[in-house]
């Protein structure tokens, strides 16, 4: 009879309904276009888009930094323990056996005995129970733990995604704070010899006061710039360093901001993005395993089924523990149901239903984030450009404009007001046009972010251990104006 039974039970479980709704993904308006096209855009979204700045010194530091970055080991050690939970919620949809061994001594005094007795016990059993799912309570909860475990690899992606910008984009700020230092002290230098020369004039009559002390002040007005730049290299310095795994320091240096090259645009539909961007991806789990938990929280209502069994043996002496007059044994097949529960399981399932809910409007807010930041993005890339020339050709103007008015003041033309709004009009325009191209930069770095790709597998392939990877270049010193 046993073989029957067990047959049966079998068949209701392969046959058991699945109690909640499947995970269908939900519409996604989708625009046709970015706003903004480029009809120079490439195929790189899946390769490694960093190296395009053509800076051995950069690849290393994004190397170093998927090795050793703390962010990211959490997020690796978070796949783990999410591996673990799988494990725990898949091992319940099979039986589950244990043994044990009980030996104890006894005394106690009976009604109407002659007195106390004394006497031992032994029991050796093997007992097994196993949940039949025929409501697929378990089974949603695997399919939920599934969903949370590859959210958790995906949102890891994510930390990588982040991670490499980050670190590209310090060290795109770091070489434009270089520049601006060389531009800060060489400016402070050139009107440090004409504040020389202007003393020496002063002393021997030729001009005025007023001339020195407006020719001082530029010269000191240099000289304020040069600290808060060295400043904020330090903290960018120390920032950077903390991305990589490694205490506050200095920064090895390769190329200079003026001979980086710019990457490529890369190419892609808006649709694309809902596959390659990771934290669409990690949304799309969360919101799967939400759903898969109404499922399992709408089961409640229904009768659970179990079988358990025991098979062991059982006596007072140890020596005859295992002889046949000594086996134990039992099954049964339990079956509860709730009857009144005062609005628990009705609560357990709104409580479900509306944290399927905020994890829809999650996705989708996160699908239009990613359009926003790419738009944005290809908009930044585009006006930069413009942008960076202009000022470029400013910088030129400038430069002539400056050398014409010191000319002028030399030759008794003009006044040194002329050469004091010059010089001070260039050295801006040269500390804004070094900006622009780090925003320039910055703008390339965030649209390979925003638009996700391949390349974050690339990535991920540098995430070995420190010990299989050669060691970083030594730190140099920030480069000097002379540099």
Known sequence: MRKPLIAALLALLVSGCMIGPDYLRPPVETPPAWRLSDQHASELANTAWWKQFDD???????????????????????????????????????????????????????????????????????????EIDLWGRIRRLNEAARAQLL?????????????????????????????????????????????????????????????????????????ATIPPIEKAIAQQENGLSVLLGRNPGPIARGKRIGQLTLPAIPAGLPSD??????????????????????????????????????????????????????????????????????????????????????????????????????????????????????????????????????????NGYTSYIEVLDAERSLFNVQLQYTQTQQTQFQAMINLYLAMGGGWISEADKLTATAEQMAPVPAAESPPTSKQ
């Open 273 to 410: 993005l809902l596959e390659r961007r990771p934290d669409i991806q990690s949304a799309e789990q969360n919101l799967i395993a939400a759903n898969a938990l109404i499922g399992a929280a709408k089961a409640a209502y229904f009768p659970t089924i179990s079988l358990t069994g025991l098979l062991g043996f059982a006596s007072n002496d140890l020596s005859n523990l295992f002889d046949s007059q000594s086996k134990a044994w039992q099954y049964a097949a339990p079956i509860t149901m709730p009857i009144f529960t005062a609005g628990a399981i009705a609560g357990q399932v709104q409580e479900a239903e509306a944290v399927q809910q905020q994890a829809l409007f999650a996705y989708q807010r996160t699908i239009q984030e990613a359009f926003r930041e790419v738009n944005d993005a290809l908009v930044s890339q585009d006006r930069t450009r413009e942008q960076l020339h202009a000022q470029k050709e400013q910088v030129r103007a400038l430069e002539q404009y400056s050398a014409t008015a010191r000319l002028r003041y030399d």
């Open 151 to 223: 959210a958790s690899e995906e949102a890891r992606r994510a930390v990588i995604l982040s991670l490499v910008g980050r670190v590209a984009g310090a060290y795109i700020n770091l070489r434009d704070l270089d520049r601006q230092l060389e531009i800060a002290k060489a400016t402070a230098l050139s009107r440090g010899e004409s504040y020389a020369v202007f003393q020496e004039r002063y002393l021997g009559g030729i001009i005025s006061t007023l001339e020195l002390s407006q020719n001082k002040s530029q010269y000191d007005e240099a000289l």
């Open 56 to 130: 051995p010194v950069l690849d290393d530091l994004v190397s170093t930094a998927l090795r050793n970055n703390h962010d990211l080991l959490i997020a690796t050690a978070r796949i783990e323990e999410f591996a673990g939970r799988y494990g725990i919620v898949r091992a319940e949809l099979f039986p589950q056996v244990g043994a044990g061994y009980e030996a104890s001594r006894q005394r106690n005094t009976l009604p109407g005995a002659n007195g106390p007795s004394t006497y031992n016990s032994y029991q050796a059993v093997i007992a097994a129970s196993w």
